[in-house]
Every structure is written in structure tokens, then in C-alpha cells.
């Protein structure tokens, strides 16, 4: 058996409470039919805070614990409109505040010092809260057609951020693992 084998995939995200987690639902639903992208469905919405990484699964306590030691207080999260990383990637935009940056932040530390993960993204690109509903699968040229219609989509949620999740890779999809914060 490899080392491999004995890990899992993890990352840690905020998650929209309901209605808004099902009406980002239903747009990711939407862009797969319509555009043949289903690698978004893999993975509830969610504002990534750490992008994925492998962790021996019989240490998970460890990711857990770590997790335990970030303090924040409930702060608002604003999403407006479609945005895009060409030529892939559509999400819905989302506010950038101080509040979810220092989440951001804070969580990255404790992974880094507790974990020892470092990601090297993190020192080539800022920090930029978006919640991902087509991607990876997206065709260029679908992309394009996707975009022309999304950027005019009105689409605007606000909600209050009050715990955040780590979230386990099954083999086939992302689950939540563990809620953090004001449960």
C-alpha cells in the first residue's frame, strides 16, 4: 500500500444556508444540462477557504483540531451577479469584505502552522471569494456561449456567515465532514 492510498482529499469552505444553498443549486443544475458541465455538481456551493488538499485519513482528528482553534464572529456575505474566469470558470461573484478575508486568512494559517500544508497558490494569487457553478468541464466554446448568457442573469443573495465546513472527498463527490463556528 502506498502513502496515497491512506489519504483523503479535504478543503475547508463557507456554505450558504437555505434557500440560497438550493437556488445555487438549481443554477449549477442548470448550466449542466444546458451546457454538458457536471463537474460543479460534484460539490455543494460553497466559498472555497482553503483549496483542496491530501491529508492522511487516520490523522483526520488532526485537521479537526486544528479547525477548532479559528475564532471569528458572524459577519454578512453579499453576492451580485455572474462573474467568470475565462475559459472555464463561472461563479457567482461575491463581496469581498474584511471579515471573510481574515477567515480566509486565519484558516490558512492553522493549516499551514498546525498541518504543515502550504499552498503555494496562495503567495501567486490573492485571495478572491467567488462561489464556482461551472467549471473544470466547461468547454471553451461552451464557455462562451454559457457567459454571454450568465453575465446579464440578475442574480443577488445576502446572508449571514456563522460557521464554516471542512469537507471530505468520497472517491466520487465532496461531503460535509464538520461544521466550525456558531453551531
Given at each position: 500500500?502506498?502513502?496515497?492510498?491512506?489519504?483523503?482529499?479535504?478543503?475547508?469552505?463557507?456554505?450558504?444556508?437555505?434557500?440560497?444553498?438550493?437556488?445555487?443549486?438549481?443554477?449549477?443544475e442548470?448550466?449542466?444540462?444546458?451546457?454538458?458541465?457536471?463537474?460543479?455538481?460534484?460539490?455543494?456551493?460553497?466559498?472555497?477557504?482553503?483549496?483542496?488538499?491530501?491529508?492522511?485519513?487516520?490523522?483526520?482528528?488532526?485537521?479537526?483540531?486544528?479547525?477548532?482553534?479559528?475564532?471569528?464572529?458572524?459577519?454578512?456575505?453579499?453576492?451580485?451577479?455572474?462573474?467568470?474566469?475565462?475559459?472555464?470558470?463561472?461563479?457567482?461573484?461575491?463581496?469581498?469584505?474584511?471579515?471573510?478575508?481574515?477567515?480566509?486568512?486565519?484558516?490558512?494559517?492553522?493549516?499551514?502552522?498546525?498541518?504543515?500544508?502550504?499552498?503555494?497558490?496562495?503567495?501567486?494569487?490573492?485571495?478572491?471569494?467567488?462561489?464556482t457553478?461551472?467549471?473544470?468541464?466547461?468547454?471553451?466554446?461552451?464557455?462562451?456561449?454559457?457567459?454571454?448568457?450568465?453575465?446579464?442573469?440578475?442574480?443577488?443573495?445576502?446572508?449571514?456567515?456563522?460557521?464554516?465546513?471542512l469537507?471530505?472527498?468520497?472517491?466520487?463527490r465532496?461531503?460535509?465532514?464538520?461544521?466550525?463556528?456558531?453551531?
Amino acid at each position: 500500500m502506498t502513502g496515497k492510498e491512506n489519504k483523503s482529499l479535504y478543503f475547508v469552505a463557507l456554505v450558504p444556508p437555505e434557500p440560497i444553498f438550493t437556488e445555487v443549486l438549481k443554477v449549477k443544475e442548470e448550466l449542466s444540462s444546458s451546457y454538458n458541465t457536471k463537474a460543479a455538481l460534484n460539490s455543494p456551493p460553497h466559498i472555497t477557504l482553503h483549496m483542496p488538499f491530501n491529508y492522511a485519513s487516520k490523522e483526520e482528528q488532526r485537521i479537526v483540531s486544528a479547525l477548532n482553534k479559528v475564532r471569528f464572529q458572524p459577519f454578512p456575505v453579499i453576492q451580485e451577479g455572474f462573474g467568470a474566469f475565462p475559459p472555464r470558470v463561472i461563479y457567482v461573484n461575491v463581496e469581498s469584505s474584511s471579515a471573510l478575508t481574515a477567515l480566509h486568512e486565519s484558516v490558512t494559517k492553522v493549516i499551514r502552522l498546525d498541518l504543515r500544508i502550504v499552498k503555494d497558490t496562495y503567495r501567486n494569487q490573492g485571495f478572491k471569494p467567488h462561489m464556482t457553478v461551472a467549471f473544470r468541464d466547461l468547454r471553451p466554446a461552451k464557455f462562451k456561449e454559457a457567459w454571454k448568457t450568465m453575465e446579464k442573469v440578475p442574480i443577488s443573495f445576502s446572508w449571514e456567515a456563522r460557521s464554516f465546513f471542512l469537507l471530505k472527498h468520497d472517491g466520487h463527490r465532496w461531503g460535509l465532514l464538520k461544521e466550525f463556528g456558531d453551531t
